[in-house]
């Protein structure tokens, strides 16, 4: 039974972790946290070595990423942090550090990435070969705390007049995927409800464990983007392509009803509105 967890455990890690340009092998990893909190992010949950690149140090924790740090520090530009050197892997002073800001390369808990490094030269390389700007520390300290409101549009939920049932999601719950707290992001919870339940920041990271395991999808749930309410994931319509991030990127957004998918896909640049049956393995490993 143990040995069986395990190997689902390392399945799964080894599945999502395949085209993530954050994650290195633990050994090159340096992790100042220790005991059972070595490897999560304190503001998020998430996974250090998975977001190693991103990581940034402050006092005695370690964050997946800058933006975290931000929201840790409140805005209050934190003196002591230190970064990852995105070629040397090596945490390196903040303040000397150069970091390259909105890449194609993707972000942590964000859609404006930021990688750092400790040579201008190398930095620019980077620049050369995967765009975005050179700037210090404090500026893209400030890239993060302008995206911070745009981020997951946390801010944007719906009023809703009518109660809705919603998934309720237990407080320490961790994506199984990406090993999120899910219950920061309810806008994008998703649950898959068999012996154990399990819940999601976000229907991509539900549609990996669904493929991985080959499940069935009678027993996978959604929240309505813009009422929160618990939909059957199998009869929902969702958004591919949109200008809204989830915590992890790029998401399929899901609707009640075609109408809705389809309004907001109009405002926010969707390229498609699809069913749950059109949803295609490739298609979430692309996003
Ligand atoms: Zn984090
Ligand atoms: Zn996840």
Redesign the pocket.
Known sequence: MFLRALFIIVSLWSFSQAEMFQTVPEANATLIQSGKDKYA?P????HLVK?YKTSHTHENHQ???I??LYEATQGVIPTDAKVVDTITLELIDVKKAFYVVGSKMRG??TRTSSYAFGSEKEALTFVSDNGGKVMNFEAAYAVAAEDFPKDFGKQATAPTVIPVIKIEVPKDAKCPICGMFVAKYPQWVAMFEGEKTFYFDGVKDMMKYAFARKLSSDKFYVSNYYTLAKLEASKAFYVIGANVYGPMGSELIPFETQEEAQNFARDHNGQKVITFDEITEAMVKSL
């Open positions: 992010c503001n998020c949950g998430m977001f964050y997946c990423s933006h975290c942590t808990m």
